[in-house]
């Protein structure tokens, strides 16, 4: 069993740059792919920004050019790093792991806990 614990959310204000944390139970990190989803209130979730163990990355519209994903295997963490934030990105963010970008980007085998990022002044 994978245990997914995400950490760094709060509240923000507009054009902020919260940092998120994954940190996962065991070295799977380097041998998964992790996503950061989010849920917005009324909306469906949304896969963000992915990262492979190869280092590869993906990025949704939303994230595109705003968001960063990286990873340090050494600590078992995956971080997605935000910039720019507005209030639209006020949402549950999650990360999730699963064998590659392609499985990840159809959902998470093994799912977090969620960390709530409320943008606003």
């Known amino acids: 069993q994978v245990q997914l614990v995400e950490s760094g959310g709060g509240l923000v204000q507009p054009g902020g740059s919260p940092r998120l944390s994954c940190t996962a139970s065991?070295?799977?990190?380097?041998?998964?792919?992790v996503g950061w989803y989010r849920r917005a209130p009324g909306k469906l979730r949304e896969l963000v920004a992915a990262?492979?163990?190869?280092?590869?990355?993906n990025y949704n519209d939303s994230g595109k050019g705003r968001f960063t994903i990286s990873r340090d295997n050494t600590k078992n963490t995956v971080y997605l790093q935000m910039n720019s934030l507005e209030p639209e990105d006020t949402a549950v963010y999650y990360c999730a792991v699963n064998r590659n970008l392609w499985s990840i980007r159809r959902g998470g085998e093994f799912w977090g806990q969620g960390t709530q990022v409320t943008v606003s002044s």
């Open positions: 065991g070295s799977i990190v380097n041998i998964y792919a």
């Open positions: 990262i492979n163990n190869e280092g590869t990355t």
